[in-house]
Structures are given as structure tokens and as C-alpha cells.
């Protein structure tokens, strides 16, 4: 399983776009980029997976460049809310199972 | 879609006993489920897989006699911890995967379950 390093915390003010980049640098090729977002004493909850290239959805976009040993999450204009961990994760569908291992994870703190 | 439950959410117990979570998938079948714990301001660290009607697949280090796995159905796997201690005091978060048609599924966690050993 590859590994992941990420800034263990980052602070940004509210309203701001907020990118937070991870590094996978033994990525294994059938593996994919998955984000999480986790919030004290809940469970993760999904942000975005991708490939390569670019994926947006509604709340993020995921840029992979083409050698793919990094990734970086933006968040565009984040809210109070938006303080949380987020989890960069590397792993790939194995025997009908994506097994994966989270990382420290990165603590985003927005300031009012 | 793709929910996924635990319960109890909270559960404080005695050291020495046995305390049983359940983890659902409640609007898909899961082909695999995943246990986590994670201790306060760590990162979640992979305890075990399972695979519904087949023995649970343990991370080093995790001892399967004092956790036990059972993934009886396509959408339930319960973890029990046997004879607890206080050491064993966590947060125990399941994961699911879907019957998965293309290489990019991704888990599902559920809410978490907070055990307390006194």
C-alpha cells in the first residue's frame, strides 16, 4: 500500500480557496486518489476519488498531475464548517475490495 | 444512498466483559467490510476485512481471539470485544464497499462507536 504524507495542519479564513496537497510518491498504477473529510467523533465521509488529470464534483476538485506521485485537494471558499481533518488516501480495488490506510491526516482550522 | 449504521453509538462497560457493535449497510449489499479504531487525535488505524461467509482477514498486530468478526450477511458485520480493558477504550468505526462494477468504489463509514472501559 502506498503512503501518503500531508501537512499535519493548516489554517485558512473563511471565504478563502483552500488546497491541500499529499504526496504518494510509490503510487502503484491501479491505484486511485481518495479524500476524506472527518469530523471529531464521527466517522470519514467521502470528498472525492480520481485517476488522474482533474475531477470536480460540488464541493471539491482533486488536481493529479501526470506522474500521479501527487495530488492536491482544493476547496473553494471554505466556511467554519469546513474545520475538519481530511484524509488523503492511496489504494487500489484488490479482490472486490479497495483496502486502504489513512494517513496522520491534515487538520484544517478556518478562522471566522 | 450508501448509508451506513453502527450501534450502539456509545457504550461503557466493566473491564472483563464482552462488548458486541454492529455495523450495517442499510441500502446496499456490502462485499466487504472494514473495522477501524482510532484513538483520540491519532489517525484510523485497520484492524481487520471481512468478507461475508468467510473468516475475517486481521492486520498485524490485532489480536482475532479478543476480536471477533462475524460478517453473517451481505449487510451486516458485528465486531465483539472480548473481555475488555480499559486499554481497549476507542472509537471502532466500520467501513463497507459495494458490490463494486468498476475499479473506483469507494468505502462508506459509518458514524463510529465510542467504547468507554472503566
Known amino acids: 500500500l502506498a503512503k501518503t504524507t500531508q501537512p499535519i495542519s493548516m489554517d485558512s479564513y473563511e471565504g478563502q480557496e483552500v488546497n491541500i496537497t499529499c504526496s504518494h510518491n510509490?503510487?502503484?498504477?491501479?491505484?486511485?486518489i481518495t479524500w476524506y473529510q472527518q469530523f471529531p467523533s464521527q466517522g470519514p465521509r467521502f470528498i472525492i476519488q480520481g485517476y488522474k488529470t482533474k475531477v470536480t464534483n460540488e464541493v471539491a476538485s482533486l488536481f493529479i498531475p501526470a506522474d500521479r506521485k501527487s495530488s492536491t485537494l482544493s476547496l473553494p471558499r471554505v466556511s467554519l464548517s469546513d474545520t475538519a481533518v481530511y484524509y488523503c488516501l492511496v489504494g487500489a480495488y484488490s479482490g472486490g475490495y479497495q483496502k486502504v490506510t489513512f494517513g496522520i491526516g491534515t487538520k484544517l482550522q478556518v478562522i471566522p | 444512498g450508501a448509508v451506513v449504521s453502527q450501534h450502539p453509538s456509545r457504550v461503557i462497560c466493566k473491564s472483563g466483559t464482552s462488548v458486541k457493535i454492529e455495523c450495517r449497510s442499510l441500502?446496499?449489499?456490502?462485499?466487504?467490510m472494514f473495522w477501524y479504531r482510532q484513538f483520540p487525535k491519532q489517525s484510523l488505524m485497520l484492524m481487520a476485512t471481512?468478507?461475508?461467509?468467510?473468516?475475517?482477514?486481521?492486520e498485524q498486530g490485532v489480536e482475532k481471539d479478543k476480536f471477533l468478526i462475524n460478517h453473517a450477511s451481505l449487510t451486516l458485520s458485528t465486531l465483539t470485544v472480548t473481555s475488555a480493558h480499559p486499554e481497549d477504550s476507542s472509537f471502532y468505526i466500520c467501513s463497507a464497499t459495494r458490490i463494486a462494477e468498476t475499479s473506483d468504489d469507494e468505502q462508506f463509514f459509518g458514524p463510529g462507536t465510542r467504547l468507554t472501559v472503566l
Open positions: 471481512s468478507n461475508e461467509g468467510s473468516k475475517a482477514t486481521y
Open positions: 510509490n503510487i502503484a498504477t491501479n491505484d486511485y
Open positions: 441500502d446496499f449489499q456490502a462485499t466487504t
